[in-house]
């Protein structure tokens, strides 16, 4: 008996250890699969993580600019650039500095025109919105630093004109301009500005600089680029009315093709001397009003221009007052036409060779040297002039001469004298015997002032077609010889001898003898 209960004992041991093995059969059961599922889980997200690294590598052609890339689209762009749609797009920086002047000002920063090209902008290091205006609402300087994409243009027109407050302005190396063809009016009108630093720029490519700083009146200093300037062709206006500049170093400058350079430095009024002898003028057709109105002007070097195929002249010098000597001979003018004002208020000047003038095709010499008044002589006798058509006042205000060449002067084409030399001062003769004067219509105040002059031969002139001779010798004080004895009787003589001297010789065709007695002195011997 004792020993059947051991048995059972026996039995249920082994039932329990059977049981105890199947629970932890089932357990292990439950647990492979779950360890199954993870480590498949495991290799299945390192798969896809080598497989998400493996298309960081672009294939969008701008591996060299792209840092990183998702589905063929760049995500990080390498630090030069900047990340714009999906693509690494070159762009440049600028940093400037603004001035405000009230508490609270709008200042636009940018023409609206390239406003959408702006890619960020900080004010005083502050990010800021991009829209049409910026308020400043401290008082004082502001830095701003703008990064503008520029790679879909070619010009750069106007970009920063009419930016009233700005002050400085510095590019960074990246702005590149290699596709720039135009920089006209670049800063045009920019005030305030001071200083420019643009060494930076490629302008390989630039044909048109027209514009480029002109009206910045404050500007005192323009680092510029040693970069090719091959195929610049326009420089009009470009420093016109900066009244600041005293000095500009154009040295740089390959002007090979230049053609026009009208009133580039127009209004520099505190420049006093310019170096342009290493410019190519070979190609160069307008030069008119390169000088205008730079008062201080005492010194040029253009020794080296070549100007065959120049054309405009005029106004050239135009109140150049401070010059003293312009040399000129070197010149090339046979195909100018126009040499209007051109030394016009040069009150300075006591000398002027134009020895070398060619003017056979020059129309116009309005005031060409008007308001000379330092020159004592000036000898034109190279001067061959079948096509001139108009030569008013051409030496008026010319206080000092004393003597004028003009002896082979063709005139055959004149229409007008007038006001030729008045206030002509101390002009003691002047021979015009070989003036042809059938087309002229108008000669009034011609000899106008002319107090030392003391002999007149106008025996030669042919006046049926003039209309005008009033106040043609007003003032000639001195005057005690008039040879007028082939002029008509149409014309109008309004005051044309008052203030002659009481006595003196006039030489009259009878056609006009009664006429002019009751005008002259009544103690004149007329002949």
Known sequence: MEESLNEIGDLKDIEEEISTDKKKLNKNIVIIPIISIIVISVIFFLIIFFLSKSKNICETGDEDKCMECENNKCTKCNPKYELLDGKCIATFSINSTYQSTT???????????????????????????????????????????????????????????????????????????????????????????????????????????????????????????????????????????????????????????????????????????????????????????????????TSIKFSNFSTYNLQKMNNMFQNCSSLSSINLSYFTTENVSNMEYMFYGCSSLTSVNLYNFDTQNVKNMISM???????????????????????????????????????????????????????????????????????????????????????????????????????????????????????SNSSSFVNAFKLLPSNGTIKLNKDITNKIKKLIPKDWIVI
């Open 103 to 297: 508490g609270n000002e709008t200042i636009y920063l940018i023409n609206n025109e390239y406003k959408k090209h702006i890619v960020n902008m900080e004010i005083d290091e502050k990010i800021v919105n991009i829209s049409n205006k910026y308020i400043f609402k401290n008082i004082g300087n502001h830095s701003v630093y703008m990064r503008i994409n520029i790679t879909d243009l070619n010009s750069t027109e106007f970009m920063f004109s009419k930016i009233g407050k700005l002050i400085s302005i510095k590019f960074s190396k990246e702005f590149n301009t290699k596709n720039i063809t135009s920089m006209k009016g670049f800063f045009y009108r920019c005030e305030n500005l001071k200083s420019i630093d643009i060494h930076n720029l490629n302008t390989e490519n630039v044909e048109d600089m027209s514009y480029m700083f002109s009206g910045c009146s404050l500007l005192n200093s323009i680092l510029f680029p040693n970069s090719n300037t091959s195929q610049l062709k326009n420089m009009n206006y470009m420093f016109e009315k900066c009244s600041q500049l005293s000095s500009i170093n154009l040295t740089s400058f390959n002007t090979q093709n230049l053609e026009l350079m009208s009133n580039a430095f127009y209004g520099c009024s505190s420049l006093n001397y310019i170096d342009l002898s290493n410019f190519n003028t070979q190609n160069i057709k307008d030069i008119s009003s390169l000088f205008k109105e730079c008062y201080n002007l």
């Open 369 to 487: 040297f008007e308001g000379c008044s330092s020159l004592t002589s000036v000898n034109l006798s190279n001067f061959k002039t079948p096509k001139l058509s108009i030569m008013n006042r051409m030496f008026q205000d010319c206080k000092n001469v004393k003597y004028l060449n003009i002896s082979d002067f063709n005139t055959e084409k004149v229409k007008s004298m007038n006001s030729m030399f008045k206030n002509c001062f101390s002009l003691l003769s002047v021979d015009l015997t070989k003036f042809i004067t059938q087309n002229v219509t108008d000669m009034r105040h011609m000899f106008y002032g002319c107090s030392s002059l003391i002999s007149i031969d106008l025996s030669n002139f042919y006046t049926r077609n003039v209309n005008n001779m009033d106040y043609m010798f007003y003032n000639c004080s001195h005057l005690n010889y008039l040879d007028i004895s082939n002029f």
